[in-house]
């Protein structure tokens, strides 16, 4: 049973960092791909950043050069350092994954089966 868990939100000021990470059970990092998404009240989930097996990453144009996706295949973990937040990086942050061999980490949400809880991150200015 895949199980996908997000800790690492919190509030902060515009212009600070947060750390988010995704610890997963039950899947393999040999193949496949895992992404970070976030979703505000009323808005459709987005894709944030993306990272298959091999390193290769995507990222939405909003959080390119701020936001770094990483993972630790020993530890299955998944990373998502975000600075330079702003106000509208405000949202419900959520791990997904997904398995198989991709040549880039799709950024939309239908691409992945599993899914964590989430965690909030809250930026004001």
């Known amino acids: 049973q895949v199980q996908l868990v997000e800790s690492g939100g919190g509030s902060v000021q515009a212009g600070g960092s947060l750390r988010l990470s995704c610890a997963a059970s039950g899947i393999t990092y040999s193949t496949g791909a895992m992404a970070w998404f976030r979703q505000t009240p009323g808005k459709e989930r987005e894709g944030v950043a993306g990272i298959v097996s091999e390193g290769r990453t995507s990222y939405a144009d909003s959080v390119k050069g701020r936001f770094t996706i990483s993972q630790d295949n020993v530890k299955n973990t998944l990373y998502l350092q975000m600075n330079s937040l702003k106000p509208e990086d405000s949202a419900m942050y959520y791990c997904?994954?997904?398995?198989?061999?991709?040549?880039?980490?799709?950024?939309?949400?239908?691409?992945?089966?599993?899914w964590g809880q989430g965690t909030q991150v809250t930026v004001s200015s």
């Open positions: 997904a994954a997904r398995g198989g061999t991709l040549w880039t980490a799709p950024l939309t949400e239908t691409w992945y089966p599993y």
